[in-house]
């Protein structure tokens, strides 16, 4: 298969171990895969998406990187400290949605000194022709992320995410992450039939965008990519829907959740992405899917900077 360039910003292989406690409340054996623990910023799965994406940046000769998406956005928190690292100037362009006070990623960002821009508007297409506007203006080359690293490119970092695994000698009957913008998912749905046939993928869907059709055609486009010789269809793997009342708005099961793994296990997950993804988990467990023996991996995708800017009940 081809090969694509990527920098690197975070620490690899992350590590993966068994939660012994929520394993025996639910009675299946639940292992974590600790995306939370990348090695840059706080940690989350855009580490290794941006690895692909801002090795093309620097390729191009990019003095700017532009990306957007929510005022909390975890992933535009990390493109600025890997943008930053790499000297490249980040740019952020947010929608104007959720908490945009110097709290959690926007605090982050304020300490990184990072040009951080509002705008008020529903609609990205907006954002990314203001960031053509912007950038032509100053007149440097430029490179524009779209929302959460979600692109073909970006999708090769959770293809890699399931061969890591399997190159530490793991192997599960289901994976389970969060969907949000998609390329995780999708990354791991086309790693593990690229490298993990047996498992099973489910992807936790956060917010309401269609993920039926967004998931595939990253498939798709990824496998292209990497002029991979498979066949991709919505058999590949599931869909279920945690958004609850809205994408960034907790859910009462995100937020037992995110108690849940605080309590038993000593881990942080959030109430936007992980807590709602890990609510699907649970709720797969009780409905009898896994059996006693199945071996089920949560990618832990981070969200620790979301998790200071949340009001939670
Ligand atoms: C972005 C994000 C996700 C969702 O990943 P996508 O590739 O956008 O679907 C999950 N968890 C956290 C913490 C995130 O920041």
Request: with cysteine; charged share 25%.
């Amino acid at each position: 298969m081809k090969e694509f360039a990527k920098v690197s910003l975070g620490v690899f292989p992350t590590p993966v171990h068994k939660l012994e406690n929520i394993s025996r409340m639910l009675g299946t054996q639940v292992y974590v895969k600790r995306d939370d623990m990348t090695g840059i910023g706080l940690g989350g799965n855009k580490v290794r998406k941006l690895e692909y994406l801002l090795a093309e940046a620097k390729a191009q000769g990019a003095q700017v990187v532009f990306t957007t998406g929510g005022a909390q956005s975890n992933h535009a928190m990390l493109t600025a400290a890997a943008a930053n690292r790499l000297g490249m100037k980040p740019i952020l362009i947010l929608k104007k949605r959720g908490v945009t006070g110097r709290l959690g990623n926007q605090l982050l960002e304020y300490l990184m000194g990072t040009d951080v821009r509002f705008m008020d508007t529903n609609d990205y297409a907006d954002i990314y022709a203001e960031m053509d506007r912007v950038g032509k203006e100053m007149g440097v080359p430029y490179y524009k992320i779209p929302c959460g690293g979600s692109n073909a490119l970006g999708t090769l970092g959770y293809v890699d995410c399931v061969r890591e695994l399997r190159d530490q000698g793991m192997t599960f009957d289901h994976i389970i992450c969060a969907e949000g913008s998609g390329g995780t998912m999708a990354g791991l749905a086309l790693g593990a039939k690229l490298y993990m046939p047996g498992a099973r993928v489910t992807g936790m869907m956060v917010d309401t965008d269609p993920f039926d059709e967004i998931t595939p055609r990253l498939m798709r486009e990824a496998a292209a990519l990497l002029e991979a010789d498979v066949d991709v269809s919505s058999a590949d793997f599931d869909l279920r829907d945690l958004c609850g009342p809205r994408y960034a708005i907790p859910s009462k099961e995100g937020n037992d959740a995110v108690r849940l793994m605080a309590q038993q296990e000593g881990l942080f997950l959030d109430p936007v992405y992980t807590g709602k993804a890990f609510a699907g988990l649970v709720a797969m467990a009780k409905e009898g899917v896994f059996g006693a023996d199945d071996r089920v991996l949560f990618v832990h995708s981070g969200g620790a900077g979301g998790l200071f800017a949340m009001d939670m009940d």
